[in-house]
């Protein structure tokens, strides 16, 4: 991975920002299992990694390829730590499944199914979660 925090504000900043981010928390990880270090936890949450390149309106900048690349480089990671004991990123994202089943990334999951609509984390009083995805 690859960054320059030297950018002109906007779209290219925060991904250069969320670039720094990410890079520094993977290093600092990939040094706790390798080293067998045992107060720091084997996963990971990340959230809304995608921000710096969608609109409010939710639309995809020009630079979404750049967020491919972070999404590429969690599931490579994950791929990495295997041989160490695994690992887990938990990531909370709004980007749609298709996205990510497209890109190919093996290494993740949906879990439940995709919270849109008056479908979320908090519930609605009388609302139910579904027991598996394909009821959805």
């Known amino acids: 991975m690859s960054f320059d925090v030297s950018g002109k504000p906007g779209e290219a900043h925060a991904s250069n920002y969320l670039y720094l981010h990410v890079s520094y928390f993977l290093a600092i990880h990939e040094i706790a299992k390798t080293r ?6 084997s996963f990971l949450v990340l959230d809304q990694i995608s921000t710096p390149y969608f609109s409010t309106a939710r639309k995809p900048s020009t630079d979404v390829r750049s ?3 972070v999404l590429q480089e969690l599931n490579q990671f994950i791929t990495d730590m295997d041989q160490h004991g695994g690992f887990q990123i938990i990531l909370l994202e709004h980007i749609g499944k ?5 890109l190919g990334l093996e290494k993740f999951h949906l879990v439940d199914r995709e919270l849109r609509g008056d479908y979320g984390l908090i519930l609605k009083p009388g609302q139910e979660r579904l027991q598996n995805e394909g009821q959805a």
């Open 36 to 41: 067998k270090i045992p107060w720091i936890p």
């Open 67 to 69: 967020m491919d690349k």
């Open 98 to 102: 298709e996205h990510w089943e497209r």
